[in-house]
């Protein structure tokens, strides 16, 4: 079998280490979102592939869901000793080293999707694990503050900002150009089915369709999506605000609409949003909280039951 999935940080890979789980024998190629990347301090940081790699390669901090886990700030400190900015993205000793290892190998000209696969030898997700595109892509949020009308890096709006200032356009710079990466079209394209992760609708997965051919290979596909947001909530963390920021409400029905029936075939939500429903595609409810391996795990072999069956 062979399955493709989208995916964003944390919920993508909380889900990832559920499919792997659920198919132990499966192919599995993942697309990951490098809309949030960013450089620091001279190094490129791709915060949702290293969350991937880390969470299926045991690396993962359990309770925080990304940076690495026995992890110590000395350097963090001493930039700070500097006054060196930003003091706002924490990042670790033992993080530091695979952006140390991921910049230098491409200011040696080695394309990201070279990089991953390299930093993967160490990690063995267990999976093919894809950049969207070798082309550098950035999330840029507007905003209006005492600084005026300006476009800040998606870091800044999310880790400084925690979200609380409205967004009232978010961007993905560099979109247009941008190809997918090697591999990409090529994995939908052999994939039986397609699984998009309850990862964020805007500033993840949204941003993997932004990629020009990537959202028009998936609509050849048989896709199965599983709702990040349930009774009316993201489960963490704060997807309101980008959904807001597009117009879009906090519902299942609502995502699920944003994503559309050329899209998605299939559609998990949670058991109090069952009512839930859009011509064209097949709504189930069940238990969609990733609160244990087992539980998520679950939820990913009912994501590929329902894939297997549309597909026949
Ligand atoms: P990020 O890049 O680290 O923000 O991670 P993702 O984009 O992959 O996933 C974040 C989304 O996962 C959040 O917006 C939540 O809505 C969703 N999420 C987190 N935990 C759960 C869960 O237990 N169940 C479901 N259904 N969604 C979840
Ligand atoms: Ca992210």
């Known amino acids: 079998m062979r399955i493709?999935?989208?995916?964003?940080?944390?919920?993508?890979?909380?889900?990832l280490r559920g499919l792997k789980a659920a198919a132990p024998d499966a192919e599995i190629t993942v697309i990951?979102?490098?809309?949030?990347?960013?450089?620091?301090?001279?190094?490129?940081?791709?915060p949702d592939l290293d969350t991937v790699m880390y969470t299926l390669g045991s690396g993962i901090n359990e309770e925080q869901g990304w940076g690495r886990a026995d992890e110590s700030f000395t350097v963090k400190e001493e930039l700070a000793?500097?006054?060196?900015?930003?003091q706002w993205f924490g990042l670790g000793d033992r993080d530091f080293a695979t952006h140390i290892v991921r910049s230098q190998m491409l200011a040696a000209g080695y394309p990201l999707s070279q990089v991953t696969e390299a930093l993967c030898v160490r990690w063995r997700p267990g999976v093919r694990l894809l950049p969207m595109s070798d082309d550098q892509t950035e999330t840029h949020v507007v905003v209006s503050d005492e600084g005026g009308r300006r476009a800040i890096h998606f870091q800044e709006w999310w880790v400084r900002l925690?979200?609380?200032?409205p967004a009232e356009q978010i961007v993905l710079v560099g979109a247009d150009d941008a190809r997918p990466a090697p591999g990409v079209l090529e994995a939908i394209r052999d994939a039986d089915f397609v699984i998009l992760p309850p990862s964020n609708p805007v500033v993840s997965i949204g941003t993997i369709l932004q990629i020009p051919g990537i959202r028009t290979a998936l609509e050849e596909k048989t896709v199965?999506?599983?709702s990040p947001i349930i009774g009316g909530a993201p489960v963490?963390?704060?997807a309101d605000a980008c959904l807001t920021a597009i117009g879009v409400s906090t519902s299942a029905q609502a995502?699920?609409?944003?994503?559309g029936s050329r899209l998605v075939d299939g559609w998990l939500v949670a058991e109090q949003d069952k009512g839930v429903s859009l011509d064209g595609v097949t709504v189930e409810a069940r238990p969609l909280l990733m609160d244990s391996p087992e539980a998520t795990r679950d939820i990913a072999a009912a994501a590929l039951t329902l894939a297997t069956t549309l597909q026949a």
């Open 32 to 46: 990951g979102n490098t809309g949030d990347d960013i450089t620091l301090f001279g190094l490129r940081v791709c």
């Open 162 to 165: 925690r979200a609380s200032v």
């Open 4 to 15: 493709v999935s989208l995916a964003g940080g944390i919920g993508g890979a909380r889900f």
């Open 236 to 238: 963490r963390g704060m």
């Open 81 to 86: 000793a500097y006054e060196m900015e930003p």
């Open 255 to 259: 995502v699920l609409e944003l994503y």
């Open 224 to 226: 199965v999506g599983v």
